[in-house]
């Protein structure tokens, strides 16, 4: 069998996507590979096609131990003899996977990398002689990529001591310049075959928003936007609150987190699979894995933390082909909130010396500098992205939130004078404040805050009362990027003047900076046409595809994904022929649950034509 035979055979499909043909010749031509591709590109297939045709094992390094379990379930449905070895595992069972593996039972073996150091493992390693490593997630292995983890440093030990190099591929859906180099060094690569496939996903619409309210823009969003969609939130508090919040208003939401069970979980995330879920309301423990293809959008309730978590979370939407929207609701607060979780989350790190966390902390601030630079940028939103991987980037996209607004030149030289005569008058008296006290102080607003500490006697009080509060902190935030204004303080930030203050105050200096004009009229979107010849049928067939799932103890789309129940909704196979001619039924899979799909789908039509 050759590689097209083994796609037909065991995954039902006829053509490679683009990149695969490349990726698996290399490699089976024993040169190593690097495969740098989106999400969804289909980078499974470029590993596990080659191990079906090397001869014995593979081994598979991922970090996702709790991904192992639907993969391997997955390619056993496909009837790929496959196996894993984590610490979900009991001793007992770990030895008898490494017994049948030594034995030969397998030709993939999935293993997280903190099992690599251990002898056990090592001895059976250099017994068994390994045809390909690949190494999963390979962005992990790179202090300069946004999800550094140092067991994959164990990896280059590893190889090290093998007797036998074998050929070695990695994959990863984002990788900067920096972090392909640091993966090629790491694992000992001589003269791969890197593959770049292109990051723009053009169905998608990017946006950032600046809401004065998050809430109130939230739940005008979704009144807006009937489809299915994620929210994503930076806290496992603040997934709580937005759930609430949508379940008042009428809307069908579920939540997802790491402090709920694994059976909630596991049920959270199948009720929004099978849509009986509208909104799914998550931290970024969710979506790894997730293949669900209708998500018409993704919100950001705060600003992630890098750009590529953004880009890989946000591309979780459209992956149908459909327009769908990623959207960020922006607040400078949510900058500090990240800093915040950044300078915790490796305290508890004991794998690390302090310098390593120390350069990590670092690293991690200049990656979420880049993200503050992409929520504030008046600049197309896509070519960031795009140039942010590397890729070359027409200025104007035509197709995002900058392409479709327009901005407006506009002077605020008298604003600007307000609000730092503000400042200044304050810091005289020995006092600093906030950027929304002072935004507070200069609308006039009558909070308690405000008239306890006696500023609504101050000068420059209410001077602004014309203009909203929104648009006293957009200039303010302005002043404070052009450094008219400074962030001082480390207790809780206040608002000093900066550097460049004196050219206000003393040297009338003009200042223009670009404020949105009102948006064009939102253009009304068409009703979205069923996407299902039959929704009908294809609800059988969900039904059909859930009950059998259940008697596997699989997640329904190992059974078939939703785009072969779309098809088979078009085609209505009644052979084993027909059913072939599906793309993603391989023989294995016709075999296993042909007859009960194609008796379902006779007697739809059946009742149909009674009727
Ligand atoms: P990635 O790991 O790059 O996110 P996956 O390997 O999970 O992507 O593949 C994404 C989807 O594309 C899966 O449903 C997979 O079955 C499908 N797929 C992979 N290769 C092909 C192909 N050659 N033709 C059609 N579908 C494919
Ligand atoms: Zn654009």
């Known amino acids: 069998m050759d590689k097209y035979g083994v796609l037909k055979h065991y995954?039902?499909?006829?053509?490679?996507?683009?990149?695969?043909?490349?990726?698996?010749d290399s490699i089976l031509s024993g040169r190593d590979a690097l495969g740098v591709m989106p999400t969804g590109s289909g980078k499974s297939l470029c590993y596990q096609i080659p191990a079906m045709l090397l001869p014995g094992i593979s081994l598979i390094l991922s970090p996702l131990i709790s991904l192992m379990k639907d993969q391997v379930g997955a390619l056993v449905q496909s009837g790929v003899p496959a196996a894993y070895l984590n610490s979900s595992l009991s001793a007992t069972q770990q030895a008898a996977v490494l017994r049948r593996a030594?034995?030969?039972?397998?030709?993939?073996l999935y293993v997280a990398p903190e099992r690599l150091n251990s002898e056990d493992f090592l001895g059976f390693a250099l017994n068994t002689g390994l045809s390909m490593?690949?190494?999963d997630e390979a962005h992990c292995i790179s202090h300069w990529g946004h999800d550094f983890r140092p067991s994959y440093l164990k990896i280059t030990e590893f190889i090290s001591r093998l007797q036998y190099r074998p050929v070695i591929s990695a994959f990863t859906a984002t990788a900067t310049a920096k972090?392909?180099?640091?993966?090629?060094?790491?694992l000992t690569f001589k003269d791969p075959f890197v593959l770049v496939t292109g990051f723009d996903r053009k169905n998608l619409y990017f946006e950032v928003r600046k809401p004065a309210s998050k809430a109130a823009e939230l739940i005008k969003y979704i009144r807006s936007h009937a489809g299915s969609g994620i929210v994503y939130c930076a806290t496992r508090k603040s997934v709580e609150q937005v759930t609430r919040e949508l379940q008042d208003h009428g809307f069908s939401a579920t939540r997802y987190h790491a402090g709920l069970t694994d059976s909630e979980r596991r049920e959270n995330q199948d009720d929004f699979l099978y849509d009986k879920k509208t909104i799914m309301v998550a931290t970024n423990a969710f979506g790894m894995g997730i293949d669900k293809s209708n998500v018409s959008y993704v919100l950001h309730y705060h600003m992630p933390k890098n750009i590529e978590s953004y880009y890989q979370e946000a591309g979780r939407s459209g992956r149908d082909g459909e327009r769908a929207e990623c959207v960020i609701l922006y607040s400078p607060k949510d900058v500090l909130l990240n800093r915040f979780l950044i300078e915790n989350s490796q305290e508890t790190n004991e794998a690390l010396t302090a310098e390593e966390r120390e350069t990590i902390k670092e690293n991690e601030l200049d990656l979420l500098k880049q993200m503050t630079f992409y929520c504030t940028t008046g600049d197309c939103l896509r070519s960031f992205i795009l140039e942010y991987f590397g890729e070359q980037a027409p200025v104007y996209c035509g197709h995002c939130g900058s392409c479709d607004t327009v901005f407006e030149s506009t002077d605020v030289t008298?604003?600007?004078q307000k609000i730092i005569s503000c400042v200044i008058r304050i810091n005289r008296m020995n006092r600093s404040f906030g950027r929304s006290m002072i935004a507070d102080i200069l609308h006039g607003s009558k909070n308690a805050r405000i008239i306890d500490s006696g500023m609504d006697k101050l000068p420059t009080y209410a001077t602004m009362s014309d203009d909203s509060l929104h648009r006293i902190r957009i200039i303010m935030d302005y002043m404070i990027e052009n450094q008219y204004l400074r962030i001082s303080g480390s207790e809780y930030p206040v608002v000093i003047p900066g550097r460049r203050a004196i050219e206000i105050v003393k040297q009338n200096t003009p200042v223009f900076m670009k404020l949105p004009m009102a948006k064009k009229a939102a253009k009304p979107k068409p009703v979205k046409a069923s996407r299902h010849p039959d929704e009908e049928l294809f609800n059988k067939l969900k039904a059909l595809r859930t009950h059998l799932a259940l008697k596997a103890g699989v997640p329904p789309y190992v059974v078939f994904?939703?785009?072969v129940l779309s098809e088979m909704c078009l085609k209505l196979p009644c052979t084993k022929d027909e059913l072939l001619?599906?793309?993603g039924i391989g023989p294995i899979k016709c075999e296993r649950y042909g007859d009960s799909f194609m008796r379902l789908i006779k007697d739809h039509i059946e009742s149909v034509s009674e009727n």
């Open 102 to 108: 030594l034995n030969g039972a397998y030709k993939i």
């Open 179 to 186: 972090v392909r180099s640091d993966i090629a060094h790491a």
């Open 133 to 135: 490593l690949t190494v």
């Open 11 to 24: 995954f039902g499909y006829d053509t490679f996507k683009p990149g695969q043909s490349e990726l698996i």
């Open 414 to 416: 008298v604003e600007a």
């Open 581 to 583: 001619n599906v793309s």
């Open 561 to 563: 994904s939703n785009a």
